[in-house]
């Protein structure tokens, strides 16, 4: 007999420093691994020093492996949309430059279906004060960052750039999607 293991899924989410998007994203059900990295640019290999510059085309972003029956795509897609500002191109907060850009990376059509209907839906009702920005595009490769932006909010969290912008992002997704979060 064939056991049922459980089915995995990817999606890549960029909205500004990708410690935010990995430490909210970690905290999530059905959500088995984040892994911070930079997609999107023209540079092979990019360093984060290199992203830095603002000149080789990446952003930074999470490659998300989740488990659809657990938490769906368009769920995913529901905190993407509470914890960053898509209506800001290329800036989160004081973080400014094309690597900080919003962006939603399908890696199948589907996904770029839900993302552009999640889109029209935030569009149509009005829920942000100006227009929605965030690229919708299908995923070119991913490159994954160096080990020491890995798991950075809880090794860090010290730290006042942790204190300051990523906490209170985790924060608002722990108290707006309650029913999402892990148990421990």
């Known amino acids: 007999m064939a056991e049922n293991l459980p089915t995995t899924e990817v999606a890549i989410l960029a909205g500004g420093c990708f410690w935010c998007l990995e430490a909210v994203y ?94 029209a839906v935030l569009e149509r009702e009005g829920v942000f004060r100006a227009p929605i920005v965030t690229e919708i595009l299908a995923a070119p490769r991913f490159w994954p960052a160096e080990p020491y932006h890995h798991d950075y909010f809880s090794r860090n969290g010290h730290q006042p750039y942790c204190q300051y912008v990523v906490a209170p992002k985790v924060a608002k997704f722990r108290s707006k999607f309650a029913k999402r979060v892990k148990a421990t």
């Open 26 to 119: 970690l905290g999530a059900e059905g959500v088995h691994g984040v892994t911070s990295g930079y997609i999107g640019g023209h540079l092979d290999a990019p360093t984060y020093e290199r992203i830095c510059d603002g000149d080789t085309g990446h952003a930074e972003a999470v490659r998300i492996e989740f488990d659809p029956a657990v938490i769906g795509f368009a769920d995913l897609l529901d905190i993407f949309f509470a914890i960053h500002d898509p209506t800001t191109p290329n800036r989160q907060g004081n973080d400014v430059g094309t690597q900080y850009r919003s962006a939603i990376f399908t890696t199948t059509p589907e996904q770029e279906t839900l993302a552009r209907q999640a889109v």
